[in-house]
């Protein structure tokens, strides 16, 4: 289904050294030292407010950190501005057209990089759980169908690198063995994913390696 392998995704490794962030005299997170590569799904850990989400930002090029830098494949990147690695992205309070579709929204969102067809949106759509030919409105949606329907949108391009925080809030069990066969699957194609989840599952089931927040930098455990 999505482990299709295009030449971006054949092999990518995405560092970070000493990459940190403040808002004032506030330290969000410090010396994040991680290392990702193509073909594994990596877990995040942390309570609220332990920096999972700022870094989830930062690595998606949302926001710039105050110190330390991101490698992909051992050259200096900035993400969305330089040597633009292919993101999904899933961040907590994403905004979609509440009086369009869920069809109509990603075919809105697709045409900012042209590189997926109509049948591709239909496809994400249908590989969440919903029926990509449903009329109603996305301002009508459940909790659920709008947390599917942003998941949509993240994997419609197959990306190279995927970006994940708390993808299967409010989603039930069988929605989430889907969700987790689809990353699975993405991974399998060539995909660095990377979740954040206070999902036990999440971690647990799809994860190789998982990162684990403690005094505002991280831990890696296998």
Sequence with gaps: MY???????????????????????????????????????????????????????????????????ILLNGQEYIPFEERMLSTGIVIENMNLYPDMTGFQNLKCLAKIRHSVTESDIRHAIEAVGLDSSDQRKVGKYSLGMRQKIVLAQAIMEKPAFLLLDEPTNGLDVDSVTKIHRVLLELAQGGSIVAIASHNREDIEKVCGTTYYFDGGTVQERN
């Design 3 to 69: 482990n299709q392998v295009n030449e971006e995704k054949k092999m990518n490794i995405i560092k970070t050294e000493n990459l940190g962030k403040k808002i004032k005299d506030n330290v969000i997170y410090h010396d994040i030292n991680l290392n990702m590569e193509s073909g594994q799904i990596y877990g995040f850990v942390g309570a609220n407010g332990s920096g999972k989400t700022m870094l989830f930002r930062t690595l998606a090029g949302l926001i710039r950190p105050s110190e330390g830098r």
